[in-house]
């Protein structure tokens, strides 16, 4: 795996352990994605949903597909994708099979 992109990924979820709070990262029903609140202060949301080209033990980087301006500018890595992780580690987010499929 590329080591520029490992260590992208690091530094997004040290991000993420440092400030992502619980009401920072929602389950929308209505939208079937996660919303994850903007660091920049705001108030503006992202949305998260599963990349349908992706498959079970992808990284979490892969796995996702964010609207941030980080990932429409091309990049894999972005803090939200890891707030996300990080609730999937921690048990607090709905399980990824119980989402619907980015593209579906």
């Not at 080591?3 to 352990?17: H, I």
Request: hydrophobic content about 40%; proline content about 4%.
């Amino acid at each position: 795996m590329n080591p520029r992109l490992l260590e992208a990924a690091k530094r997004a979820m040290s991000k993420a352990v440092r400030s992502t709070f619980e009401e920072d990262v929602l389950w929308d029903h209505d939208k079937q994605a996660w919303r994850v609140l903007s660091a920049t202060g705001s108030g503006e949301f992202y949305f998260l949903r599963i990349n349908a080209r992706s498959k079970r033990g992808d990284p979490w980087w892969v796995r996702l597909v964010c609207t941030c301006p980080a990932a429409d500018s091309g990049l894999d890595v972005c803090w939200h994708k890891a707030a996300v992780a990080l609730r999937w580690r921690r048990g607090k987010m709905p399980k990824v099979e119980e989402a619907r499929v980015y593209g579906e």
